[in-house]
C-alpha cells in the first residue's frame, strides 16, 4: 500500500480508523493524503467562512492523526464533495479511499446526495467505508474475507493477508457463502468447508504467510449471513470483493444494481456491524 487518501469531514470515525490501520507496518510506509472538501457557497462572505473552517478542520486533523509530517499532505478543495473525491483519487494515484459513511441504503443514499455511495460506485480503487455511528473503532485483529471466483475478491484476500501477516495472534475468517435452492425459506446450513475448492485455494494461500484461519461456508442469503457472521465472530474489517458489471460505454454512469439496493456489496455496506473494505479490479 502506497497512497491512502483520507476523506475527512470533520465528522465521524474516519480519523480512528486511520490511526488503527497506521499501527500495521505495511500501512506505515504509505503517504498520506488528508482531503477536506468545502462545497461552492453563494456569497464571497459565505465561502470565506467555510475555507477559515475547513482549515482548522483540517489542521485539527492532522495533529490528531500525529502522523511523520514527511508522510503527510493536507488538501483542500473546492466543489461537490462526491466529484471531488473521485478526482484527487485519481490525481494521487490512490490504493486506498477512507471514507464516513451514515448507511443510507439504495434511492434513499442518492435522494440524500449520500457522498460515499456515490464514490463506491464510481471509483475503481479499493474504498473502506467507515459508519459514523460505530461506537468505536477496535485494533484490527480478525478480519473477514467474502469469497468467490471474481479478481476482486482475490484482491480482498490479497489485501486482508498483507494487513493480518505482520499482526501477532490474529486471524482470518474465510466465508464462501452459497445459495440452496433445495432449502426451505430462511433455513440457515454449513456444507462442509473442506470440501469448497474456493474455500481450499484460499486457506493456501493463508498458510503460505503464516497467517492462521477459519472457513466458513454457510447456506443463505449471502449478505445477511456474511453480516451474521461478522457479529458473531466479533470482527473488526470485512472485505469484500465488489466486480463492476457494467459495459465499458457506461463506467461513468452508477451501477443500477447499486442504485436501487439490489447488489450484495451495497447491503454489506449497510448491515455490517463493522469497517468494511470493499475491493475493485480497475480494467
Same mark, same amino acid.
Request: glycine share 6%; with cysteine; proline share 6%.
Given at each position: ?37 468545502? +462545497? ?11 475555507? !477559515? ?14 502522523? /511523520? ?28 479511499? =477512507? ?66 501477516? /505482520? =499482526?501477532? /495472534? ?14 426451505? +425459506? ?44 461478522? !457479529? ?14 457494467? +459495459? ?36
Amino acid at each position: 500500500m502506497e497512497k491512502i487518501l483520507l476523506a475527512d469531514s470533520g465528522t465521524g470515525n474516519t480519523e480512528a480508523m486511520l490511526k488503527v490501520l497506521m499501527d500495521i507496518p505495511v500501512v506505515q510506509r504509505a503517504k498520506v493524503s488528508v482531503l477536506h472538501v468545502v +462545497p461552492p457557497q453563494v456569497s464571497a462572505e459565505a465561502m470565506a467562512s467555510k475555507w !477559515e473552517t475547513g482549515g482548522k478542520t483540517l489542521a485539527n486533523a492532522i495533529t490528531s492523526l500525529n502522523l /511523520d509530517p514527511t508522510r503527510v499532505t493536507a488538501m483542500l478543495r473546492e466543489g461537490e464533495p462526491k466529484d471531488v473525491v473521485c478526482q484527487v483519487a485519481d490525481e494521487i494515484d490512490a490504493s486506498l479511499i =477512507i471514507m464516513g459513511s451514515r448507511g443510507l441504503r439504495g434511492l434513499k443514499a442518492i435522494l440524500e446526495n449520500s457522498v460515499s455511495q456515490y464514490v463506491f460506485q464510481l471509483a475503481a480503487r479499493p474504498m473502506l467505508l467507515v459508519k459514523d455511528d460505530l461506537y468505536s473503532i477496535r485494533p484490527i485483529k480478525r478480519i473477514l474475507v467474502a469469497l468467490n471466483k471474481s479478481d476482486s475478491a482475490q484482491q480482498g484476500l490479497s489485501f486482508a493477508l498483507s494487513l493480518l501477516r /505482520d =499482526i501477532p /495472534d490474529s486471524e482470518l475468517i474465510l466465508v464462501h457463502s452459497v445459495s440452496n435452492l433445495k432449502a426451505k +425459506p430462511f433455513d440457515q446450513t454449513s456444507p462442509d468447508p473442506n470440501k469448497d475448492p474456493i474455500l481450499q485455494a484460499a486457506v493456501a494461500e493463508a498458510k503460505k504467510y503464516g497467517v492462521a484461519y477459519k472457513c466458513v461456508a454457510p447456506e443463505g442469503k449471502a449478505g445477511v449471513r456474511i453480516c451474521q457472521l461478522a !457479529e458473531s465472530m466479533n470482527v473488526n474489517l470485512l472485505v469484500l470483493g465488489s466486480p463492476d458489471r457494467r +459495459p465499458s460505454i457506461a463506467k461513468g454512469l452508477p451501477d443500477l444494481d447499486r442504485l436501487v439496493g439490489e447488489s450484495l456489496s451495497d447491503y454489506v455496506r449497510v448491515y455490517a456491524p463493522c469497517p468494511v473494505l470493499l475491493t475493485r479490479m480497475a480494467d
